[in-house]
Nanobody, 123 residues
Framework: QVQLVESGGGLVQAGGSLRLSCAAS????????MGWFRQALGKEREFVAQISNLGRSTVYADSVKGRFTISRDNAKNTVYLQMNSLKPEDTAVYYCAARYNSGSERPREYNYWGRGTQVTVSS
């Protein structure tokens, strides 16, 4: 079992920045690829970014490429999402998720999920 808790969400103006954190507890964190997803009101959950279990590779959705950066610190059992140049369309609940071994862009392929943190970007 892996428990995930997100933090760092909030209200920010367009063009601003936020840094999300996801703290993991339970089984060996370094065995899991980690992903960030988001779900806006009335929309399906969508992929944002993923990072391999040792942090050597990352993948981003086109909509956030160049603005968001995913990273992890396996010594602290934490994954981060640095979000810069935020836009109103980035408004959503952001979730982190863990998938054993390798990452994926498909939400249903992840084994564990946090409860999410709200990010609201005002225009």
């Amino acid at each position: 079992q892996v428990q995930l808790v997100e933090s760092g969400g909030g209200l920010v103006q367009a063009g601003g920045s936020l840094r999300l954190s996801c703290a993991a507890s339970g089984q060996a964190f370094s065995r899991y690829a980690m992903g960030w997803f988001r779900q806006a009101l009335g929309k399906e959950r969508e992929f944002v970014a993923q990072i391999s279990n040792l942090g050597r590779s990352t993948v981003y959705a086109d909509s956030v490429k160049g603005r968001f950066t995913i990273s992890r610190d396996n010594a602290k059992n934490t994954v981060y999402l640095q979000m810069n140049s935020l836009k109103p369309e980035d408004t959503a609940v952001y979730y982190c998720a863990a998938r054993y071994n390798s990452g994926s862009e498909r939400p249903r392929e992840y084994n564990y999920w946090g409860r999410g943190t709200q990010v609201t970007v005002s225009s």
